[in-house]
Structure formats: structure tokens, C-alpha cells
């Protein structure tokens, strides 16, 4: 078999839904096929490449290096045909828009939103993926980037977006035992190791001095208020993309009142504004539109 002859484009499309999804269920119902049907399909692309794509579990598969290396290559060929496709030949009946972020904007920011983006833009599809560490967002093809930090490590170009503010959050019960800052020693606190501002830059706004400080280390906002409203300790919130997530977690502000400002911001990156396709232009302006008006209030 000749291996470098183009595979089939249906395979490739299989191929980069069942990648994106990470289930070939979740690959079947979004292109409207049989999970077996898919499953066939993967297979053939396999047989034709010489090598696996995929590891195969009990509820979920995952990219072998080789897959993860080709899925950039076929998002970005199948983008551009479908963009010349519709350039040429009139618009299609949908627009992909592929959008990665980091999951408490995503969350907190991008689900309650994504209504009035669908009714004003019922013609773009969008493929919302998330993140959370930095090698997340290094890999595959995304039209646009919603990162946490610096921007400039994403892409050249980037619009800010947002900034947190910080403060104690708790279970109720053990909120209500917190009646002065030096309390908050007297419980484990959840710390994100990923963030620039923390419990020490914390301490650093309220004078107090953490040496007595025990620190239970999570690697996301997300898993901070889920360790929390267990009862394992104190976190802080990252307002506003935290709130949805503080507060479904039953979360409360332990020294009401107090809050600090965060260090980073949140940003929308991309390679090149001038070259972003369509349907990110309009994701973009209505992005923007969103935040301004949140700022405005």
C-alpha cells in the first residue's frame, strides 16, 4: 500500500472529531454516524498510515504521539478547505469555529454566553475545547486562544479580555469561624500552583505573616473549590470567571469585604489578526463587545 497517498477525507474528518472529543461516541452523535461506524473508519485510516492513531479504552481513547503529531496538520487542512469551499462555491450551511480556553473562563465566562453567541450567530459552528496547563495550549489547531498569564507565549497578536480579583473562600461553617485574617492559618489552604498570585501575595495585602501557613497544592481553580466545599481547607476565588464555580460549590467569602487584585489578566490570542478566518473575526468583535460591557457595569 502506497502510505503516503492522501487519505480518504471522510476518514480524516472521523479521525479529527474522535481526536477532539476523545470518544468515539461523542465522534458519532456530532457527525450524525454509528459509534462502530467511526470505530471502521479509525481502523481504516490506521491500516492505510501503517500505525496506530489512537490507545482504546473502556469509556474513552486517546492519541497515541503519532495522532497527536498529525491532528494539528488535518484541523488545519480540513479549516481550509471548508473556508475555500465556502469562498468559492457560497457560504456553507455552518462555519467551524475552533475555540481552546482555559476551563474557569470557559466555564464561568464562555458557558453562560454561549446562547447569545448561538442566536446571533446561528450560522458559525463552534468547537469550544479547554485547558489548563501551559502544554494544552502548544498542541492542535484553534482558531483562537483564551489563556491566563502572559500572552505573548500563545501567539503574536492578542486582545486583554479581563482581570481577577482575589479573596477567601470557605464552606459556611467554616467561614463563619473566620473572624480576623490570622484565623485563616488555622486551616489548610488551597493553593494553585500554577498562578503567579496566590496565598502569598494574600498575606503580602492583609499584613500577615504565613510561616505558619499549611498549604494543600491543586493544580486548578476548578479543583481547589471542589477540594473546598469537601471541607479540606480554604480557597480562594479568582473573580469574576470563579463565581460559577464558588458558587455551585456552596462557597462563601470568609473576611467579607476584603479582596485583593490578581497579577495576570486573561487574553484572547491568535497568530494574526488580519488573517484570522471569518467566523473568529465575529467571535472576536462579539467577545470583545461582551467584555467591555461587563467592565462597564
Known amino acids: 500500500m502506497n502510505r503516503t497517498r492522501i487519505p480518504s477525507l471522510n476518514w480524516l474528518r472521523v479521525f479529527e472529531a474522535a481526536a477532539r472529543t476523545e470518544s468515539f461516541a461523542r465522534a458519532a452523535a456530532e457527525l450524525n454516524m454509528s459509534a462502530p461506524a467511526v470505530s471502521q473508519q479509525i481502523r481504516a485510516l490506521e ?16 492519541l497515541t504521539e503519532t495522532g497527536r503529531a498529525y491532528l494539528p496538520s488535518v484541523q488545519t487542512s480540513l479549516v481550509t478547505l ?30 453562560p454566553l454561549h446562547a447569545d453567541f448561538v442566536d446571533r450567530h446561528p450560522d458559525i459552528a463552534l468547537n469550544l475545547t479547554t485547558g489548563n496547563a501551559a502544554g494544552d495550549f502548544l498542541q492542535g489547531f484553534a482558531d483562537l486562544q483564551i489563556i491566563f498569564g502572559a500572552p505573548s507565549a500563545y501567539g503574536a497578536a492578542h486582545d486583554h479580555l479581563m482581570d481577577e480579583v ?22 489548610p489552604l488551597i493553593e494553585v500552583a500554577t498562578h503567579r498570585a496566590g496565598w502569598p501575595h494574600v498575606f503580602e495585602s492583609l499584613k500577615l505573616l504565613g510561616e505558619r501557613a499549611r498549604f494543600l497544592m491543586v493544580d486548578s481553580t476548578v ?8 471541607g479540606a481547607g480554604i480557597a480562594l476565588a479568582r473573580a ?12 462563601v467569602p470568609c473576611l467579607p469585604g476584603f479582596h485583593v487584585a490578581g497579577l495576570e489578566s486573561y ?31
Open 82 to 111: 471548508e473556508s475555500s469551499t465556502a469562498g468559492l462555491f457560497g457560504r456553507a450551511r455552518e462555519e467551524r469555529l475552533y475555540v481552546r480556553s482555559v476551563l474557569i473562563f470557559a466555564q464561568g465566562v464562555l458557558a
Open 166 to 187: 482575589l479573596y477567601p473562600v470557605a464552606r459556611p461553617d467554616i467561614a463563619a469561624a473566620i473572624t480576623r485574617p490570622a484565623d485563616l492559618l488555622s486551616h
Open 240 to 251: 469574576p470567571a470563579s463565581d460559577w464555580a464558588m458558587g455551585h460549590a456552596g462557597l
Open 47 to 62: 491500516d492505510h498510515l501503517g500505525t496506530p492513531l489512537f490507545t482504546r479504552h473502556a469509556h474513552a481513547v486517546r
Open 267 to 297: 487574553h484572547l490570542v491568535y497568530a494574526d489578526r488580519s488573517a484570522l478566518r471569518p467566523p473568529a473575526r465575529v467571535f472576536r468583535s462579539w467577545l470583545l463587545d461582551k467584555m467591555a460591557a461587563r467592565r462597564a457595569m
Open 223 to 230: 479543583m481547589a473549590a471542589a477540594m473546598a466545599a469537601e
